[in-house]
């Protein structure tokens, strides 16, 4: 036979566990939040003046003027952007995209991504720096934010880009719409 001590220590555990299961999870809800635009034109041999961004290495015997055939696999770009607050790609910048993408798969079109946010406008002052991996056929994707300085110093969070124009294989338009949850 079971002891009333026991019995009462059952129903409190029963009553703890209960409640610990009850509580509601914490949605966090970011600190931050920005949409820009980043505009790419990858160098073709024939629009120096208007390029920004360069194939800088390329599959053996490949161009480095046209992306190689097959999911691009092994090129790597540089870039140097310009960012606008909308999809217009003559409005005026409010800062620079800089960094890299390699295209890393053979099966699919995906690229890793290394790039900094460079803003100097009167709404932001300061860089937002992103990494990740970026299935370029998904509609919608998540790179990480790792961090920052100015106005974002140490901020963190996930960055959602998609791709909203592109023509052929040498211009193309992403919407980022950034979402910090951490901010200091």
Known sequence: MVSRRCRIAVFFLIMFL???NARKIKQYKPCKELVLYFH????NGNNKDNATSAIVAAPHEANLTILAGHFHFGNIAVFDDPITLDNNFYSKPVGRAQGMYMYDSKKT???WLGFSFLLN???HQGSINFI???PIMVKTRDISVVSGT???FMHRGIATIMTDAYEGEVYFRLRVDIK???CW
């Open 150 to 152: 100015g106005d974002f």
């Open 109 to 111: 079109f995906t690229a």
């Open 180 to 182: 910090f949850y951490e």
């Open 121 to 123: 406008s009167t709404h």
């Open 18 to 20: 209960a409640a610990s």
């Open 40 to 43: 790419d034109v990858i160098y």
């Open 132 to 134: 990740g991996a970026d």
